[in-house]
T-cell receptor, first 114, second 116 residues
Framework: TQLLEQSPQFLSIQEGENLTVYCNSS?????LQWYRQEPGEGPVLLVT?????EVKKLKRLTFQFGDARKDSSLHITAAQPGDTGLYLC??????????????FGQGTILTVHP | EAGVAQSPRYKIIEKRQSVAFWCNPI?????LYWYQQILGQGPKLLIQ????????DSQLPKDRFSAERLKGVDSTLKIQPAKLEDSAVYLC??????????????FGAGTRLSVL
């Protein structure tokens, strides 16, 4: 059972379209991170959200952390072929011996066609 | 600033053979992580070191996997003997410290292992 469920698993869209990727859990996280991974490379951090309800923008990417800190979303406006890649969410659990340990979702493979 | 270095980039072995991966973290980073990423899945933490001590190895299959970070800098991950299901990308990451909401992990490019 995945602690973090990402949806959709695959997304194939045309350049210029908008999209949203979701990351859901029944657990509360102290923070949640979004990564982008290209083939043959390691994940690269895009953003960290910490506060419930927080919204962060990175150019055409908008990240939101749920009020209860159990879920998050990534919205891309006017997608471009350069956005193609694997998008991963990762949550850091609160407290105890798991503090700071990242648990990753299974990822969303995004393909943007020109 | 140099990133996390991993070698080799690719390795093909037969089942029951042994294999070792090497990781050199970013200079000054106290925390080092090894992840296993199976095709189509997100990375799964195998082991976390703080300097040369193990912080978390709860998901490391200790009957066949071992890892060390003797001098608190670079690290090796070994699999002996390998099984078909060990085929995956092995990612190394490092961070300045191991916890806190501003803890940023920097990943290497990974070693792609194929077990035949």
């Amino acid at each position: 059972t995945q602690l973090l469920e990402q949806s959709p698993q695959f997304l194939s869209i045309q350049e210029g379209e908008n999209l949203t990727v979701y990351c859901n859990s029944s657990s509360v996280f102290s923070s949640l991170q979004w990564y982008r991974q290209e083939p043959g490379e390691g994940p690269v951090l895009l953003v960290t959200v910490v506060t419930g309800g927080e919204v962060k923008k990175l150019k055409r990417l908008t990240f939101q952390f749920g009020d209860a800190r159990k879920d998050s979303s990534l919205h891309i406006t006017a997608a471009q072929p350069g956005d193609t890649g694997l998008y991963l969410c990762a949550g850091a659990l609160s407290g105890g011996t798991s503090y700071g340990k990242l648990t990753f979702g299974q990822g969303t493979i995004l393909t943007v066609h020109p | 600033e140099a990133g996390v270095a991993q070698s080799p980039r690719y390795k093909i072995i037969e089942k029951r053979q042994s294999v070792a991966f090497w990781c050199n973290p970013i200079s000054g980073h106290a925390t080092l992580y090894w992840y296993q990423q199976i095709l189509g899945q997100g990375p799964k933490l195998l082991i976390q070191f703080q300097n040369n001590g193990v912080v978390d190895d709860s998901q490391l299959p200790k009957d066949r996997f071992s890892a060390e970070r003797l001098k608190g800098v670079d690290s090796t991950l070994k699999i002996q003997p390998a099984k078909l299901e060990d085929s995956a990308v092995y990612l190394c990451a490092s961070s300045l410290r191991g916890s806190g909401t501003k803890n940023i992990q920097y990943f290497g490019a990974g070693t792609r292992l194929s077990v035949l």
